[in-house]
């Protein structure tokens, strides 16, 4: 059974930061790629960042330099650092998966992934 759970969203200022996390159940977190995903108003879903069991990471070129995605595997937990962040950052975010160790595979599958959490939202104004 996966479960992915996220949590961290709200509204900030223009330039400002936000931590998001993403509680999974501990056989995916150890096998397999998480990623966070987000949708924007009037868009469909993308890819954010990625990383895979051992720390390889993927990033969307918007985020390079400003997201930071890490993940603690003692407490199989996805986090997502966001720095500097700017109005067309809003989104739904959601943490999730598809039973692929790539991170660059996990991007690659956007939108078609097959386990999501139920996302948290993001409002930068």
């Known amino acids: 059974h996966v479960q992915l759970v996220e949590s961290g969203g709200g509204s900030v200022q223009a330039g400002g930061s936000l931590r998001l996390s993403c509680a999974a159940s501990?056989?995916?977190?150890?096998?397999?790629?998480l990623g966070w995903f987000r949708q924007r108003p009037g868009n469909g879903r993308e890819g954010v960042a990625a990383?895979?069991?051992?720390?390889?990471?993927n990033y969307a070129d918007t985020v390079k330099g400003r997201f930071t995605i890490s993940r603690d595997n003692t407490k199989s937990t996805l986090y997502l650092e966001m720095n500097n962040l700017r109005p067309d950052d809003t989104a739904m975010y959601y943490c999730?998966?598809?039973?692929?160790?790539?991170?660059?595979?996990?991007?690659?599958?956007?939108?078609?992934?097959?386990?999501w959490g139920q996302g948290t939202q993001v409002t930068v104004s």
């Open positions: 999730a998966t598809d039973f692929v160790s790539s991170p660059d595979t996990l991007m690659a599958l956007t939108p078609d992934l097959g386990y």
């Open positions: 501990k056989v995916t977190f150890r096998q397999f790629s």
């Open positions: 990383i895979s069991p051992d720390g390889i990471t």
